[in-house]
């Protein structure tokens, strides 16, 4: 029995696919995705941009108005959850890839036969991520979604964001021509 603990064994594996048996799927920890400044600042200023004339409105009108996030939590971008995974390739070594994102609960199960398309990861200390799961066994194809940059700021703030730029493009033509 293959308990997956005896860590000297372990590879990272340098292919882009990998087939083989899974062995375990350790406990998953969150890790967070960076937001970089210089984009969210420009979202924010071509949103702000097009606020104007809805805060002109609310004014005039007094309507009441939505919640807006604020910077510290724009900022602090989303996370998403990590999941060790562990396998035994046709070789016969012990790898460790990560799985990034969320997968039904039934899809892996230990001693699945699986072919993994594998990416490796900005550090080079990590191991390769998992881009997609072909389950040789159940033949199910999974592919884990995680967070984006732009799924955490949102349909709402980047439509806005849109609109505003449309608004300045707007104004700045019109400059232009007089």
Known sequence: MDSGLDTRRIVHPTER???????RLLDGYTREIRV???????????????????????ALFSFGGGTRRRWK??????EYLVTPVRLRNTAGQLCEVELHGHLPQSALHPADQVQLTLRPQ???????RIERIVNLTTGQLLTPRTATLWSHLGPPLLLQAMIGALLLAGVVACSALT
Request: no cysteine; charged share 20%.
């Open 17 to 23: 696919i990998v087939t083989g048996r899974l062995v």
């Open 36 to 58: 970089g400044q210089p984009v969210l600042v420009a979202v924010l200023a071509a949103a702000a941009f097009a606020r104007l004339p809805a805060l002109l409105l609310r």
């Open 73 to 78: 939590e724009l900022k602090q971008g989303p």
């Open 122 to 128: 900005r550090d080079p200390e990590l191991p390769p």
